[in-house]
Structures are given as structure tokens and as C-alpha cells.
């Protein structure tokens, strides 16, 4: 991530994120915490830094948003996920970066079986935890993300909300890298 702050600076215009304007800027990262454009616009709300101006920067700017956030819009933050391989992307529902990124994972791409094991396994687990399983899915296959399913299915709700928001940090992090990587703002 050494090269991403240049990268970043192009994919906006060659305009850090200090140099923009709220709207510019919710625009551009708004996305990045699944339909919750309200990270950004509190991270710009709270005022920027130097070190914001950084993908890392940026990245820890915007966690500390979540995190002290309070536990309702956490979990508002963590049902604003689709579930994987769910009723939302066989519709074509998804946000782009989560389409592209289930895709990527080749979730789009499940047999009839698999299918319905990711079914079962979303119903069973946000029925007990009240939020949809989450997993940053870049590198993994449907079978890793299954036995990881499998695996967390059993933990307490303490310290799966936990682990979600670990996760949706990830997944914020690697969609900021994609922006930085990008032409065109996600």
C-alpha cells in the first residue's frame, strides 16, 4: 500500500482528500462502508487531517468513525450488508463494490447445492445474530467462505458482532485500495 496515496490522488483528479469539498468527498468514499454514507460525511464532519490524505490515514479516520459510532448504528452499519450468494445478487440487487466483489469470489457462480448451503447457513445465522454473515471475500473461494461460515455459525453474539465489524473494516480497507487503484471514484 506504500505506492496507494498517488494512486488514490489519481483515481480523484490528483486532488487529496484535504483539497476537497463534503460533497466531493462523500461522493468518492461514501461507499466504502456499505450504504452508509454517513462514515464519510462525519469523518469530513469532524474535520480532516494531513494524515487523511493517506489511504491508511483515511482508513483509520473512517474506523474510528464506526467504532465510535455506538452499538445501533454498528448494527445498522452490519444490516446494511447483503447476505453472500443471497437473494439480493441473484436479482442484480448489490451495490457494485459488493457485486464485483461476491463475483470475484465466484459467488455468482454456485451450483444448485452450494446455493442452498449458503441459503441455509444465511437464514440460520441471521436469525441467531440479527445481522447477515460477513466476510471480507477478496482471496477466498465459495469453499473457504463456506467453512468459514460453518466456523463462526457456533460463536456467542458478543463476539460475533465483533468479528463483523472486523470484517467490515477489512472490507473497507480493501474498497479505499480500490479506489486508489481505480479511474473512476466507486
Known amino acids: 500500500m506504500a505506492d496507494l496515496s498517488a494512486d488514490m490522488d489519481s483515481a480523484v483528479g490528483g486532488r487529496q482528500a484535504l483539497a476537497m469539498n463534503r460533497l466531493e468527498f462523500?461522493?468518492?468514499?461514501?461507499?466504502?462502508y456499505e450504504k452508509s454514507p454517513w462514515v464519510a460525511e462525519q469523518a469530513w464532519d469532524r474535520g480532516l487531517t494531513a494524515t487523511d490524505n493517506t489511504p491508511q490515514g483515511l482508513c483509520?479516520?473512517?474506523?474510528?468513525?464506526v467504532d465510535g459510532a455506538g452499538k445501533d448504528a454498528q448494527l445498522a452499519l452490519l444490516r446494511?450488508?447483503?447476505?453472500?450468494?443471497g437473494r439480493l445478487a441473484?436479482?442484480?440487487?448489490?451495490?457494485?463494490a459488493s457485486a464485483s466483489e461476491q463475483a470475484g469470489a465466484g459467488l455468482d457462480q454456485c451450483s444448485p447445492h452450494e446455493y442452498a448451503q449458503?441459503?441455509?447457513l444465511n437464514a440460520r445465522y441471521t436469525g441467531k445474530f440479527g445481522f447477515p454473515y460477513i466476510l471480507a471475500v477478496r482471496g477466498r473461494d465459495r469453499q473457504q467462505i463456506l467453512e468459514n461460515f460453518r466456523s463462526r455459525i457456533d460463536n456467542d453474539a458478543?463476539?460475533?458482532?465483533?468479528e463483523a465489524l472486523r470484517q467490515v473494516h477489512r472490507i473497507?480497507?480493501?474498497?479505499?485500495?480500490?479506489?486508489?487503484?481505480s479511474s473512476a471514484p466507486a
Not at 90 to 96: A, F, H, N, S, Y
Open 172 to 181: 473497507a480497507g480493501l474498497r479505499l485500495q480500490q479506489i486508489g487503484t
Open 60 to 65: 483509520s479516520t473512517l474506523a474510528g468513525v
Open 158 to 162: 458478543e463476539q460475533e458482532f465483533a
Open 118 to 120: 449458503f441459503q441455509d
Open 80 to 85: 446494511a450488508h447483503p447476505d453472500l450468494a
Open 26 to 32: 462523500v461522493r468518492i468514499f461514501g461507499g466504502v
Open 90 to 96: 441473484k436479482r442484480g440487487q448489490l451495490t457494485v
